[in-house]
């Protein structure tokens, strides 16, 4: 990249408090407003002003000191003005947050009788720009209740647009000038999050290292990044091919390698990854099975205290807000601890990282009868005590998914960065930042994702995600190869297997093949190939029927998408009376087939357990 890019998610108030040694008075005693401006320069720093009016509702009380937090370390030209007089704030920087207090230079005491309190800095981490996009995120209040007025105004650069999308609405948005300007108006103090743009593009960097240590040639796997529901993938290389590559139930790409006795083989790729707003329709989604309710190691489903937390908080969002709040993100944590899991978690609330809070949230909705999973990957962060996450040894970044039956497809959320940000919303908004390496649905901790495949006693850098402008639309291309089938060495007529492989880096989906001959029936499963992975071969079983009394030659025709592919084929005898009513009885499988190798050898998963993943 020519110029650095800054990062993006904003940190905001994460606790607005009163406080006065000398006077104790309650909510009903004050009305409070707050107001909240936000103005966002081309590079995604911020320059935030709150103005609180504290109007008096009695004669009898008065408040003599405020403060308010803010989840950021980053602050600079702090200034405060109470009634338009510039006073000086004490400044206090704490873990993750600043703390900017102030004491009232006299007293307003009677009805009706208000002040104003007008607090200004700039802060760096307040918005994040990412490439064309830009987020802005505001924390939850942590006093909501104590305003009776909150309202909130972004100012952003008119070049990201309008925003695509916010949290909650509804917002008001126009522009003046080269800004943007988008208002929220009596919120209730919850997080408040707008994205502008659409889409963020990735280029990645990786390396598999594949160590067979036994004596037999193993079949070794591993995990490609995959297409969701919101991320597109674009393969530009992979060396050395891979003999197989499949998907699994959760939708991962498993990618086959044979890997001789006692060597190393090392697997290079290079790819792009597209990061969505818009969910892909194309895109066939895993349903969940029963398995993504199950109780797995890591995952205690069945722990009665798990089962109790459910009962109590039966929803998505409930538990959510139950791990944000239950467990406290420790960035002294030691990486090479084991992996702890929902049930330890819970018992160790105070030295959580990310394995924790996604593993606490899978069994949870498990035990509420949701169906979850657990997300490996790459997260974008350049405020890593706001948003942990380390790369120095592949160290990656885990969050979970839940299965919106309403909408038919798996969420993500994150409520490590929940926790961390100060309440920044990561459930009802997700970012453009998260990039999905793996996915640990049917197990909790296999396919292992890019990253974890280290050579014994080795600590490379297997992982580089850099940020990128342009993502590669590729017309479908296939080779298109026929045999027919034997009996022993002796050709059967009419039976073929047709083999389709995808000679692209992408994946396609629900394409249609069809097949036309003048003077032979073709009988083959004609429902649409549901996907087709990046260099992926299938087998079509067929059945050419002759409409003659003997085999002939005959020219059958192949079409799929926009390719035509034309053979010379023999067809067998008049069998259409048999395929109209029993296919089955004469062999010819009903589906298509993934071809799969001869499992003649060991299958052998190389992990090096360093505990990749932790932040």
Not at 283 to 294: A, E, F, G, M, S
């Amino acid at each position: 990249m020519k110029k650095k890019i800054f990062l993006l998610f904003l940190t905001l108030l994460s606790s607005l408090f009163f406080f006065d040694p000398n006077q104790t008075f309650a909510n009903e005693n004050f009305y409070k407003t707050l107001n909240s401006t936000y103005t966002v320069n081309d590079l995604g720093s911020a320059h935030i002003e709150h103005v609180i009016t504290l109007k008096n509702l009695t004669p009898a009380f008065y408040i003599k000191q405020y403060a308010i937090k803010v989840s950021s370390t980053n602050l600079s030209e702090v200034k405060v003005k109470i009634d338009d007089q510039e006073i000086t704030a004490n400044v206090v920087e704490e873990e993750r947050e600043t703390s900017i207090a102030v004491v009232f230079p006299d007293k307003t005491v009677g009805q009706d009788k208000t002040r104003t309190l007008v607090i200004t800095y700039d802060n760096p981490d307040s918005a994040v720009v990412t490439g064309n996009t830009l987020a802005v995120y505001v924390p939850r209040l942590a006093n909501k209740q104590d305003y009776q007025e909150y309202s909130l105004t972004i100012y952003s650069p008119q070049k990201y647009g309008y925003p695509t999308r916010t949290f909650p609405g509804p917002h008001f948005s126009s522009q003046m000038g080269d800004k943007i300007i988008t208002k929220f108006d009596q919120i209730d103090g919850e997080g408040i999050s707008a994205l502008f743009g659409s889409t963020q593009i990735f280029d990645l960097t990786l390396r598999y290292n594949l160590e067979n240590q036994t004596s037999n040639t193993g079949l070794m796997q591993i995990a490609l990044p995959p297409d969701t529901v919101y991320q597109k993938m674009a393969y530009l290389d992979i060396q050395p091919p891979p003999k197989e590559i499949q998907t699994d139930i959760d939708g991962n790409w498993i990618a086959t390698y044979q890997v001789e006795a006692e060597t190393n083989t090392i697997i290079y790729v290079t790819a792009k990854a597209k990061i969505s707003l818009i969910p892909n329709l194309e895109y066939v989604i895993p349903k969940p099975t029963k398995v993504h309710l199950n109780s797995q190691p890591y995952w205690e489903v069945e722990d009665q205290e798990i089962k109790k937390i459910a009962l109590e908080n039966p929803s998505s969002q409930q538990i959510y807000d139950y791990v944000v709040n239950s467990l406290n993100y420790n960035p002294l944590v030691d990486l090479k601890r084991e992996r702890l899991g929902a049930k330890k978690a819970l018992s160790d609330s105070q030295n959580a990282v990310c394995q924790e809070f996604s593993d606490l949230f899978v069994a949870i909705c498990r035990a509420a009868g949701i169906p979850s999973r657990r997300v490996s990957g790459f997260a974008y962060s350049e405020n890593s005590s706001l948003r942990p996450l380390s790369l120095v040894e592949d160290i990656l970044h885990t969050w979970p998914e839940y299965y919106n039956r309403d909408q038919k497809f798996w969420v993500p959320v994150d409520p490590t960065w929940g926790n961390t940000t100060g309440g920044i919303d990561y459930f009802n908004q997700f970012d453009l930042n998260h990039v999905v390496f793996s996915i640990n649905g049917l197990s909790s901790e296999v396919p292992f994702s890019a990253g974890s495949f280290k050579l014994t006693n080795q600590n490379t850098k297997d992982v580089e995600v850099k940020f990128s402008d342009q993502f590669p639309e590729i017309e479908p291309k296939y080779h298109f190869d026929i045999n027919q089938k034997k009996l022993w060495i002796f050709p059967i007529p009419g039976f073929y297997e047709l083999k389709i492989t995808n000679e692209t880096g992408q994946a396609y989906y629900n394409i249609n093949l069809q097949i036309e001959s003048e003077n032979a029936s073709v009988f083959f499963d004609n429902r649409p190939l549901s996907t087709i992975l990046p260099m992926q071969t299938i087998v079509v079983p067929l059945y050419l029927s002759s409409k003659y009394t003997l085999p002939r030659q005959e020219i059958i025709k192949f079409h799929l998408s926009n390719e035509t592919k034309q053979f010379t084929l023999t067809s067998g005898v008049n069998l259409d009376f048999i395929f109209k009513y029993s296919p089955i009885a004469i062999g010819l499988a009903a589906g298509v087939i993934i071809t799969s190798l001869v499992t003649g050898s060991i299958l052998v998963y190389r992990y090096k357990r360093s505990n990749s993943i932790r932040r």
